[in-house]
């Protein structure tokens, strides 16, 4: 399939799948529009343990937990 600078068809090989289907033809303008969406969650967790073993020592323990999820989505959407 052959495009020009403005997305209209100027050809279409001969047998192939385009010209088979039907759904596309010489001079049609095809448009496709791409949405991308990201989402970026972050979830932190900390778990902080003190202990008290004498009045003079004491011993802290913390955890920091940190889970990062990245979910894209990608529509696109061609036109003719």
């Not at 970026?40 to 999820?69: E, G, M, N, Q, S």
């Amino acid at each position: 399939m052959g495009l020009d600078r403005s997305n209209v068809i100027t050809e279409l090989a001969p047998g192939g799948a385009a010209a088979r289907s039907g759904l596309l033809r010489l001079g049609d303008w095809v448009l496709t529009l791409t949405l991308t969406l990201t989402l970026t969650l972050t979830l932190t967790l900390t778990l902080t343990l003190t202990l008290i073993l004498t009045p003079i020592l004491t011993l802290t323990l913390t955890l920091t937990l940190t889970l990062t999820l990245i979910l894209t989505l990608i529509l696109t959407l061609t036109l003719t």
